[in-house]
């Protein structure tokens, strides 16, 4: 059974001969591991054996300047900038474009992207290198592909952004319409690149917070609901199914995440208010196939190996009773994560995960 | 009657009307401690009830946020002049590492919507700059935010550090990563989970500090 078969069997919630595998690490910790395992970053994944692989088109498209105070200036207009900290370095958002946007009008005015600016020419090619495997868009391991409401906040500011949903709601669609509009454009072209190769549409988008939803489900409905549903039936029409990442707390929203055509759900933020594994497996292991579930924020940094490998077999018991689950940590694994931790992550899942 | 006017607009996020309901109120002489505490302290805290109830959201908040500080820009001017006894100086700042300031500012917003004074750091904040902004203002409460489990250590050097140099200080610390365990083990005197938590806290080590 190879990869892609396995993850095809796990999202018909019929048992493979091990439960899929997926990885996601920092840049910090790649590089750790790469010269801990003496490999590179493909090599990590074969070495946990992980079933996904992504397809990421390069960008063709006009190079943007630099901010005026040195901002790293993205496609989208928004800035960002490197800070150093005795910590490590983090990067902040420190250009927003629509911060002074007030009408419908100042937002069109903005120069959107294209999915013109992407190569799409190459795109088979790398699909067929991964034909083995389950293919998804870009996002399920690189960073920097978000969702509509991650990039309001980017492109309004976050205050600006929360604020004018409550009070200017027609100014924060008419950005949501330009953003749909690149998105339509850019997954429709990669899908049909792709031909029939490309089985997943990756779309990360945070609705949840640590303890509650960040915003209240009728604004999800009235905001978000549509772009959701939008997209994944465009990835059903090509064959495909969308994996929705969100995190948070945000178990009062999976019933409009599976009406929206979902199938995939990710993260699974334990942590977060709410977020019991058993209840969600109850309650939607039906409908829905889970991604994730690995707590990064406690567990993996400060758990001891014996609690790692406990949580492992836990959550392999839980979430992947009859299949509909894709074994991952619920975030980047962050730098202060030991790599004895992960690898114990690994091998217990490896162990456990098995159906035979 | 004109005060629950202004609860009502700020209860329905106008920030416009607030300000203009808080300006006529001046005009009319209205007890400029009156305006702040029925208009404007009292809706907010309605807003931070509903929000800890999970009735409301972050967004909801914020808007009702901005249109109290609307307000208060009006207000401040007079509260300073009135010699009226300053409801207390909060320093507020992400820790050393951590540029997350998304829960912080919501803090500080809150914070100030309270009536409080509030000194904003910022974000990676080294310890020694929360010690002299806190004497420097005569700050009776140092509030702390971290959002990485890497910077939670730098938290415990920062309460650790205002425990040497400012001794009584009240500390709260928050942030997704942090607990009430972890408050209690660095030796804050105080966790909240969430912003109105951190308002109400902020009232209780007030009303002990003096």
Known sequence: MNSKERVMLTMAHEKADRIPMNFRATDQIVQRLSRSLCTDYFGILHHYRVDFREIIPPYIGPKSARGKDGSEMDMWGVGRKEVVTDRGRDVMISISPLRDAVTPEDVRKHAWPKAEWFDFSRVKRMALEFKDYSVSTPGIHIEGYHGVFHLLTYLFGMEKCMTELVTNPETIKAAIEEIMKFFTGYYTRLFEAGEGLVNLLFYKDDFGGQNNLLISRPMFREFFYSNISHLSSLAQNFGGRMILHSCGSIMKLIPDFIEAGVSVLDPIQVTASDMDIRKLKREFGGQLTFHGGIDVQRLMPFGSIGEIRENAKTTIEVLGENGGYFFSPSHRFQPDTPLENIDALYQTALEYGSYR | MATED???????????????????????????????????????????????????????????????????????????????????????????????????????????????????????????????????????????????????????????????????????????????????????????????GAVDMARRFLATVD
């Not at chain 2, 329905?12 to 109120?25: C, G, H, M, R």
């Not at chain 2, 009776?140 to 425990?163: C, D, G, N, Y």
């Open chain 2, 6 to 196: 202004i609860c009502r607009a700020v209860l329905s996020f106008n920030k416009v009307q607030t300000a203009a309901l808080v300006q006529a109120e001046i005009d009319k002489g209205t007890e400029i401690a009156k305006i702040l505490t029925d208009g404007l302290v009292a809706p907010l805290d309605e807003v931070g009830k509903k929000f800890s109830a999970g009735d409301i959201f972050v967004p909801e908040m914020l808007a009702a946020a901005h249109a109290v500080k609307e307000g208060m820009n009006l207000l401040r001017p007079f509260l300073a002049q009135s010699g009226e006894k300053k409801r207390g100086t909060i320093v507020i700042g992400t820790v050393s590492g951590d540029l997350h300031d998304i829960g912080k500012n919501i803090v500080a917003m809150m914070l100030e919507g309270a009536g409080f004074e509030v000194i904003d750091l910022g974000i990676n904040v080294e310890a020694g700059r929360f010690v002299s902004a806190a004497k420097e203002k005569e700050a009776q409460i140092v509030a702390l935010s971290a959002l990485l489990t890497m910077t939670m250590p730098a938290m415990a050097e920062a309460v650790a550090l205002l425990r040497e140099k400012c001794p009584g200080m009240k500390i709260m610390v928050g942030g997704a990563p942090i607990t009430d365990d972890f408050a209690r083990r660095i030796g804050a005197d105080g966790f909240s989970i969430d912003a109105p």
